[in-house]
C-alpha cells in the first residue's frame, strides 16, 4: 500500500510517547528556513489514481537534468558499463537471491561471490578479499576497526585529510564513544606530507589510513607512508580508486596490510549516489580478522568443483564475544556486476579506461584554465579528477548556472574544507568527449559574473 492511515488515537498515543503536545508542536523541530511555509495545494478525498496524477504534473515542474553531461565524482562516478552487465546481473536467479546461509542450495550464488573475490585479488594484488561491504565508508570504518584489533593498539589512528571527508566523518561517528584518538593529517598541494605522518605516529598508532589518488584526486605517496607506519608497528591502510590500478601500482605491491575501495565504478551506476559496494582485501595473516565472509573452492565427494562459506566471521555465525565485526550487509548483485565488469574489460580495457580518464582530466583543467577566472588549485599528479579555484569565488552560482545549461560541472568543496570554499572539484571519465569537455570550458567562462578573455 502506498500508505497507511494513522488514526486520531494512533496520533495521540505516539505523540505522548514522544513528548509532544501536537502535531504542529511536533513540527517545530523543523528550522523555518526548511519548512514550506503554506500547504500543498492538493484537493481533498483524491483517489489514489488522480493523486498520482496530480503528483506527477507536479513532479514536471522540477528541472529534469536526465540528458546532463556530468563532471560529477567524489566516490561516484559515471563510468561506461558494458551491456552484458546489465543482462547477467538482471537475471532471476540472480537479482532475486539473497544471503546464502545453506550453501548446498546457493552454489550460484557461491560461485559467483567466489569470482569476485578472486578478481579483487587479481585486481589488488592482495592475498585475500571478503565477499563485499555496503560501500567505501563502511569498509574504511571496518579496515580501521580491523587494524586496531590486529595491533591491539587503540590509543591513535592517524588519518590523511584528503582522505573522503564523508569517510572520515563515518570513522568519527564509528569513534564517538571509544577511547581511539582520530589525528587527522593536514594535507601539503594537495597530499599528505610523509615527514608529517612521522611526526604523528607513536607506539599508540594503530594505523596510518591514506587514499589514492585522494578526494583531490592526487597521487598519495603510499608506498613510502606505509614503510613510515610499519616502523612504528602499525598497519598501513590504503583506499584506492579500482580503475586507476590500470596504471597505478597495486596495494599488494606497496606493502599495505587493509586495501578497501568504494566499488560503484566497477559496473554499477551513478543511482543518486547508492547503493553501491564495499570493497575489503588484506594479508593472508589477517584472515581471521576480515569481516563479512569469504566463499572458497572445494569438491564434493564425488570430486565434483563445489563452493561453501569458508568463513563467515560475523556475529550472527558465530558467538557474539567471538565476531570480529557485527556488519551484516554485503552486497552481492554489486560485487556480481563487479565481477561481470571486470571480466568483460579485461586488463586491456582497463587500462584503456584508466589511460582515457588520466588524459581527459589534464586536457580538461587546461581547457577550464584558459580562463583568467580559474586556476588548478594543487600541482600534484592526478588520475581523473582535480581541483579548480573560482578567483571569483562565486562557486554556488557558477556551478548554478552550468546545471541550467545542462551541465553538472563539480562538487563544491566549501562544505568540507573553509580553505577551498572558492573551489570545486571537476571530474572526467572516459564517458565524457573532447565536445562536452570544451562545452563545459566555455559555459563556465561564459558564466555571469566572470569574464570571456582567456589568459
Request: aromatic share 6%.
Amino acid at each position: 500500500m502506498p500508505y497507511v492511515l494513522n488514526t486520531t488515537d494512533d496520533q495521540r498515543a505516539m505523540l505522548d510517547a514522544i513528548g509532544a503536545g501536537s502535531l504542529e508542536e511536533l513540527f517545530e523541530m523543523i528550522p523555518p528556513s526548511l519548512q514550506l511555509g503554506r500547504p500543498l495545494d492538493i484537493p481533498l478525498a483524491l483517489t489514489e489514481m488522480e493523486l498520482a496524477q496530480v503528483m506527477g504534473s507536479l513532479s514536471e515542474k522540477n528541472l529534469h537534468m536526465e540528458n546532463a553531461v556530468s563532471f560529477l565524482g567524489g566516490g561516484s562516478y559515471d563510468h561506461f558499463i558494458p551491456a552484458v552487465v546489465d543482462t547477467i546481473a538482471g537475471r532471476g536467479e540472480f537479482y532475486t537471491s539473497y544471503t546464502p546461509y545453506q550453501p548446498e542450495v546457493s552454489q550460484g550464488n557461491l560461485q559467483a561471490m567466489f569470482e569476485y573475490q578472486s578478481l579483487i585479488c587479481q585486481l589488488t594484488g592482495m592475498d585475500v578479499s571478503n565477499a563485499s561491504l555496503y560501500d567505501g565508508g563502511s569498509a574504511t570504518a571496518e579496515a580501521v576497526l580491523m587494524a586496531i584489533s590486529a595491533t591491539r593498539r587503540s590509543g591513535r589512528v592517524v588519518v590523511a585529510e584528503s582522505v573522503h571527508p564523508e569517510y572520515r566523518q563515518v570513522l568519527q561517528t564509528y569513534f564517538a564513544n571509544l577511547e581511539t584518538e582520530l589525528v587527522t593529517i593536514p594535507v601539503t598541494d594537495g597530499i599528505v606530507d610523509p615527514a608529517s605522518i612521522e611526526q604523528a605516529v607513536d607506539e599508540e598508532t594503530a594505523c596510518v589510513l591514506l587514499q589514492s589518488p585522494n578526494f583531490f584526486g592526487c597521487i598519495e605517496e603510499v608506498e613510502e607512508i606505509t614503510r613510515i607506519a610499519h616502523k612504528a608497528g602499525a598497519l598501513g591502510c590504503s583506499i584506492f580508486d579500482p580503475i586507476s590500478l590500470a596504471i597505478l601500482k597495486r596495494p599488494g605491491e606497496m606493502d599495505v596490510d587493509i586495501a578497501v575501495a568504494e566499488g560503484q565504478s566497477l559496473g554499477s551506476p551513478m543511482l543518486y549516489g547508492g547503493p553501491s559496494l564495499g570493497i575489503m582485501t588484506c594479508r593472508e595473516s589477517f584472515v581471521r580478522r576480515l569481516p563479512g565472509r569469504i566463499s572458497g573452492q572445494t569438491v564434493d565427494r564425488q570430486g565434483n568443483r563445489c563452493w561453501v562459506l569458508t568463513l563467515q566471521t560475523r556475529e550472527q555465525h558465530i558467538r557474539r564475544e567471538k565476531a570480529t565485526s557485527n556488519i551484516c550487509t554485503n552486497q552481492g548483485l554489486f560485487a556480481l556486476r563487479a565481477a561481470v565488469y571486470l571480466a568483460t574489460m579485461g586488463p586491456q580495457g582497463l587500462l584503456e579506461t584508466a589511460m582515457l580518464c588520466t588524459r581527459k582530466a589534464h586536457y580538461a583543467a587546461d581547457q577550464i584554465c584558459q580562463s583568467e577566472r580559474f586556476e588548478r588549485v594543487f600541482d600534484s599528479p592526478v588520475f581523473k579528477e582535480f581541483v579548480i579555484r573560482d578567483r571569483l569565488g562565486e562557486v554556488a552560482p557558477l556551478l548554478e548556472h552550468a546545471a541550467s545549461e545542462h551541465i553538472l560541472a563539480g562538487i563544491p568543496l566549501g562544505n568540507w574544507y573553509d580553505q577551498l570554499a572558492d573551489c570545486f572539484l571537476v571530474t572526467t571519465t572516459e564517458k565524457r568527449t573532447r565536445e562536452e569537455i570544451d562545452r563545459l570550458a566555455r559555459c563556465l567562462d561564459q558564466a555571469p559574473g566572470g569574464s570571456t578573455d582567456h589568459a
